[in-house]
């Protein structure tokens, strides 16, 4: 019976543990979320074209400045606007008509899960760790 005790003890600690790693996740609007979830997929699919030293089209994703506004200071994400966030667009290839240019170019276009995954980050107000904002969110 002792066993059983802690059997049942052991795996209500590792659902609470579970549900709290899920939690952090899935919450667009932690920092942990743009780094479990969003820097991967930019990893994968976006930095070698606008990563720390190549900035293509004026966009990098070395910081959240950058990725607010891109060299030329226009718009590229809109916290908390997904419709209106170039980047979303570009990804979805539905970019503006003056210029569709399909991200990421020559290459497949991002899983649909993906792209589900940025659209949270930007609803959620396209939080980032402290490290990537100079000490700003």
């Given at each position: 019976?002792?066993?059983?005790?802690?059997?049942?003890?052991?795996?209500?600690?590792?659902?609470?543990?579970?549900?709290?790693?899920?939690?952090?996740?899935?919450?667009?609007?932690?920092?942990?979320?743009?780094?479990?979830?969003?820097q991967?997929?930019?990893?994968?699919h976006?930095?070698?074209?606008?990563?720390?030293?190549?900035?293509?089209?004026?966009l990098?994703?070395?910081?959240?400045?950058?990725?607010?506004?891109?060299?030329?200071?226009?718009?590229?994400?809109?916290?908390?606007?997904?419709?209106?966030?170039?980047?979303?667009?570009?990804?979805?290839?539905?970019?503006?008509?003056?210029?569709?240019?399909?991200?990421?170019?020559?290459?497949?276009?991002?899983?649909?899960?993906?792209?589900?995954?940025?659209?949270?980050?930007?609803?959620?107000?396209?939080?980032v760790?402290?490290?990537?904002?100079?000490?700003?969110?």
């Amino acid at each position: 019976m002792k066993i059983l005790s802690m059997v049942v003890a052991m795996a209500a600690l590792m659902s609470v543990v579970d549900s709290q790693a899920t939690q952090a996740q899935s919450d667009a609007s932690k920092p942990e979320f743009y780094t479990q979830q969003v820097q991967p997929i930019f990893a994968a699919h976006c930095v070698r074209c606008h990563g720390d030293s190549n900035h293509r089209g004026g966009l990098s994703l070395g910081s959240r400045q950058d990725m607010l506004l891109d060299r030329r200071n226009k718009p590229v994400v809109v916290p908390g606007d997904a419709a209106n966030s170039l980047l979303i667009r570009l990804i979805r290839h539905e970019g503006p008509s003056n210029d569709p240019m399909p991200m990421p170019s020559k290459r497949e276009r991002l899983s649909d899960g993906d792209i589900a995954i940025v659209e949270r980050w930007v609803l959620a107000g396209a939080i980032v760790p402290v490290t990537l904002t100079g000490g700003k969110r």
